[in-house]
């Protein structure tokens, strides 16, 4: 079984923002599969299904970006997994626009969102999906992230979550690195 979080922040006030990279993903993921997350549990949107033979979990925490791990933490529990079989998908400040980047483990980096959910499960040796944002430039970075797509962003990261999906995919069915290879690019 696999766990498939995407981090976000809940509410319409944020549904087009930067930092729902992690939830726009889960919404293509779901269309995808056939996979409602309308479930709520542990302060989560969750959504139960399988990608070929394989059950996945997909999760959207309730929690806002910043206490993400108050959500994921008891749904690692209750699920019993492993933190391999943990995928992550969240934007990412630090790579360039449109690139993805697939890792087995890491830092969060600038993200706390990912502070939180390294902090609350006590690890940090999961799979996580990045999808890049590029530099906020002058633009302080927590207006940045909530602030909407630019309509000449939004062609490029609709295209990057589409694929951030289909590596989640690959993940399960092929694999970490064979999605590695197909899909970390800049």
Known sequence: MYIICGLGNPGKQYEDTRHNMGFKTLDV??????????????????????????K?????????????GESLRPIMDFYKETPDHLIVIYDDIDIPLGALRIRPSGSSGSHNG?????????YDNFIRIRVGLGDHGVIPLDKFV???VPSEDQKILTETIKEAADAAICI???????????HNHK
């Open 29 to 54: 993921l779901s269309s995808l599969l056939g996979i409602q997350i309308t479930k709520l549990k542990f302060k989560a949107l969750i959504g139960e299904g399988k990608i070929g033979s394989e």
């Open 56 to 68: 996945v979990v997909l999760v959207k925490p309730q929690t806002f970006m910043n206490l993400s």
């Open 114 to 122: 990912m502070k939180s959910v390294i902090y609350q499960l006590q």
């Open 146 to 148: 909530i602030s909407k």
């Open 172 to 182: 399960v069915e092929k694999g970490l690195n064979e999605a590695m290879q197909k």
